[in-house]
């Protein structure tokens, strides 16, 4: 089993006070709230309806509205669950499953053009040369073996809860600098409160304390290993990324990241879901499953770890979380 703290911060997103008392959402939200599908759901819905009406003028836009989510969100969601362009993706799939036209019917070029939404044939035409290299008369004429998109599936690896799970993929993580309250937190206790006090304290009390924030609404939580080996206890520290050093507050810390190959997992959650302890617990376990049965001990088991939390990247019904671990693959 994998050494990790027993401090995973455990996340009360609440939208706003009133009279001193913490509300889940404000009135004007809650047709959306209730509306408002699981992302899994939403995910593989999505998919599907793709897939359905490839023969059919079919845009983010028109599927932003199915779903109730702003085009903009639509977007962000989909580049962040499948690391792709939800439009680049519909052309791919569409310019795809054309093929089988071109390959097994008569249709000429234009009606099978039409047939899949684009207005012009050269428009078609050019579309296909650049996702396969070839034009579609050509390819009738000498039937080459093309390698197309397939279309995208979720699995019950995917499904956690109310979320949608996903990862592990490989990133390189540019050189970030952080300005935090640091925190000396025992590994292994029943203190599981004190991280999540202290996220929302820094959230409600601190974070504002931090002059040249790049993304005040970002929090960006750093856990690290003591500095001395097998010692009972780590490091929590809440920050927001910086453009500098220049202003540090009294109590504060500034910390750089290096840039860093990192396997990356990632969540959507729904704004009114609790990231609660129990949640919590199951998304670290199936990290620690996979890092525990991968078979190329690309891992390193200890050290560094890094949360992202987002709140506003798919605008207010849901929330995206990033936990990134850096890797190092054999000589």
């Known amino acids: 089993m994998i050494k990790k703290p027993n401090f995973r911060l455990v996340f009360k997103y609440k939208r706003h ?8 959402f404000k009135f004007p939200l809650l047709y959306n709230i209730i509306t408002m599908h699981k992302p899994y759901e939403l995910l593989e819905s999505l998919l599907c309806n793709i897939e359905e009406r490839l023969t059919e003028d079919i845009d983010t836009d ?6 109730s989510l702003s085009a903009t969100h639509l977007r962000r969601l989909f580049q962040f669950a499948f690391n792709q362009t939800i439009g680049a993706y519909i052309r791919s799939r569409k310019l795809s499953a054309s093929i089988d036209y071109i390959i097994n019917s008569n249709l ?11 207005e012009y044939e050269q428009t078609y035409i050019r579309s296909f040369k650049r996702e396969f290299g070839i034009t579609p008369g050509d390819l ?10 397939p279309p995208l599936h979720l699995f019950d690896s995917n499904k956690m809860a109310d979320g949608a799970f ?21 590994l292994y206790c ?19 304390k931090i002059a040249d924030a790049v993304n005040r609404e970002i929090i960006i939580n750093i856990s690290t290993d003591a500095e001395i080996k097998n010692a009972d206890y780590g490091y929590f520290m809440p920050s927001l990324q910086v453009k500098s050093f220049d202003n540090i507050p009294d109590g504060f810390c500034g910390l750089t990241f290096p840039s860093t190959l990192c396997a990356r997992f990632k969540l959507i959650k729904p704004d009114d879901v609790e990231l609660n302890e129990t949640f919590a617990e199951k998304l670290f376990s199936k990290i620690d499953n996979y890092m525990s049965n991968n078979q190329n001990n690309i891992f390193d088991r200890y050290g560094t770890t890094i949360d992202i939390f987002d709140p506003t990247s798919f605008g207010g019904s849901y929330k995206s979380w990033q936990w990134l671990k850096p890797v190092k693959f054999p000589a």
Do not use: W
Request: charged share 25%; glycine share 6%.
């Open 17 to 24: 006070k009133k009279n001193g008392q913490k509300c889940l």
């Open 62 to 67: 028109t599927l932003a509205d199915k779903y």
């Open 108 to 118: 000429n070029i234009l009606d099978i053009a039409i047939l899949y939404g684009f």
């Open 140 to 149: 009738r004429k000498t039937r080459k073996i093309l390698t197309i998109k």
């Open 166 to 186: 996903f990862g592990p993929d490989i990133v390189m993580v540019p050189q970030f600098h952080l300005i935090g309250r640091k925190h000396k937190m025992p």
């Open 190 to 208: 029943e203190l599981s409160s004190l991280p999540t006090f202290h996220f929302n304290n820094f959230i409600n009390e601190e974070k504002n």
